[in-house]
Structures are given as structure tokens and as C-alpha cells.
């Protein structure tokens, strides 16, 4: 009988044991975009909206990667090759003109991956998505450098053109045109957004559209659906996804009105 309790403390001590040294795998959603120089205003945008979409899911065991894109073309994608080789990243989150290359996509064409925006750029592969309207591009005639906008040139362009750096490069900024699946936060959101952390910045186009993919990415995690199958009520609308992009999105126009970025009717 001692021996028989001896034996029955020893199996509960060692299932005991090996109950507390187990440890949780956390899965991890990548968010690649840049950190760092001129266009860091980008990431951290998202960052803030990726993280607010994280905590309103209330997961304890799903957690958000930051990885700066490197400003160049050919370090996001020694990003994205790291990226692909870490099995505990089950989705990725695409901003900005190097992030979202094609060459990137490539590399994470494994990966579930949704392009946040339009950023001249166009899904390449059966696991990438674009969160923006296919049309937008027809739209576009600015992709590129904000440094490179000539004043009294009338210019049309994505998100890139709602950066809060934008009115300060050019002492007329009338001309250019933002057209964009997104839109401004309503005061509920933002507030909301303001208050999730210190030194958050203002949100913009970036923020909405960057909580919405958070949440279908979420969505795809948790129910194991593939993005073509996804149905998602978000605060910018109603999102499917055919043929890689955003079917039915809005395009929405916006101007600078007195250097403030105003949606128009």
C-alpha cells in the first residue's frame, strides 16, 4: 500500500512537472513595413492599429511582429527570407512601395499575406491579397517618391500621399488628389487609437485599413480560412477577396483643405 502511494505521488509529481515546463507556442503575425528614415511614419501607423486590433481580439497566445523593411528593395526582402523560415508566423501584413514588392511576395508566397493599401504594386501569388479596389491603379499617376511631387503639377496618388510629412514639402499642395479603399477614422476609432499607447501618432488612411487587416488575418488563424473565403464586416466596409483583391472597395477621393487631408463627397 506505501509502496502503491509512493508510486501514485511519483506519477503526479512527474505529470506535475511537465505541466509547468511546457511552454505555450505563441503564434505571431509579421507586420513588414518601414521603421526607420523618411517613411516611418508608415510602420508605425500600422503598428498602433495592428496592435489595437490584437488586444480588441482579446488572444493571449497571438502576438504582433514588427520587422523595418530596411528602405530598400533588397533587405525587405532578407526580411521577408526571414520571415518564411520562422514557423511560428502564420500571417503577414504587406506596407509601404519595398515591402510590398513583387520579389517580396514571392519569397512569402507560403505565407497568408495581405498587401495593406495600394503601393504600386499588385499581388503575385495564390496566398497575397491586396486591401485595396483593383481599379485604383488605373486611377493612380503617383507612385513614387513624396520628394519627388513638382508643385502646381496635378497629382493622384494612394496612401502615400496622406502622410502628415506631405504638406510639409510643398507650400501648395491644392493639386494632389488621394484616392484610397480607406478612410479617415471616425473620433469613436480614433480615440480609441490615441489612447491605446504613449507617443501614438495621428491615424490616417494607413491606421483603418491596417485594424481591418489585422482582423481578417486574425480571422483566417483562428477558423483556418483560406482569404478567399473570407467575409469581414470591418470599419471600412464590407471585405471579400476575388482575384487578389478587395472585391466591391470604395474608392474614395480626398484634397488638402487648409493642409487638411478632407474626404470628399
Not at 498602433?48 to 523593411?69: E, K
Not at 528593395?73 to 500571417?91: F, H, K
Amino acid at each position: 500500500m506505501v509502496a502503491r502511494f509512493i508510486c501514485v505521488v511519483f506519477l503526479l509529481t512527474v505529470v506535475s512537472g511537465c505541466a509547468v515546463s511546457q511552454t505555450a507556442v505563441v503564434t505571431k503575425i509579421a507586420l513588414l513595413a518601414p521603421f526607420e528614415g523618411q517613411y516611418r511614419e508608415i510602420g508605425y501607423e500600422a503598428l498602433y492599429a495592428a496592435r489595437l486590433a490584437i488586444d480588441d481580439a482579446n488572444l493571449q497566445d497571438i502576438s504582433l511582429l514588427a520587422i523595418d523593411d530596411g528602405g530598400r528593395e533588397e533587405t525587405a526582402i532578407l526580411r521577408a527570407e526571414a520571415i518564411a523560415n520562422d514557423p511560428v508566423i502564420q500571417a503577414v501584413l504587406l506596407i509601404g512601395i519595398h515591402a510590398s514588392s513583387e520579389s517580396v511576395q514571392l519569397v512569402l508566397s507560403d505565407e497568408t499575406t495581405i498587401i495593406v493599401g495600394h503601393w504600386n504594386s499588385r499581388p503575385v501569388t495564390e496566398n497575397t491579397v491586396m486591401l485595396a479596389n483593383q481599379d485604383l491603379e488605373n486611377e493612380i499617376n503617383f507612385s513614387g517618391d513624396v520628394n519627388d511631387i513638382v508643385a502646381e503639377q496635378t497629382i493622384i496618388g494612394s496612401e502615400i500621399l496622406s502622410l502628415a510629412q506631405v504638406p510639409q514639402l510643398l507650400s501648395d499642395i491644392s493639386s494632389i488628389e488621394v484616392i484610397s479603399s480607406s478612410q479617415l477614422p471616425d473620433e469613436t476609432f480614433r480615440e480609441r487609437y490615441l489612447n491605446s499607447a504613449q507617443f501614438v501618432p495621428e491615424p490616417r488612411l494607413i491606421a483603418p485599413l491596417t485594424y481591418d487587416a489585422t482582423q481578417i488575418v486574425l480571422q483566417t488563424i483562428l477558423n483556418q480560412q483560406p482569404l478567399s473565403e473570407i467575409v469581414y464586416e470591418g470599419i471600412t466596409g464590407t471585405i471579400r477577396f476575388e482575384n487578389g483583391y478587395w472585391m466591391d472597395a470604395p474608392m474614395n477621393r480626398f484634397r488638402y483643405i487648409n493642409n487638411e487631408l478632407t474626404q470628399l463627397p
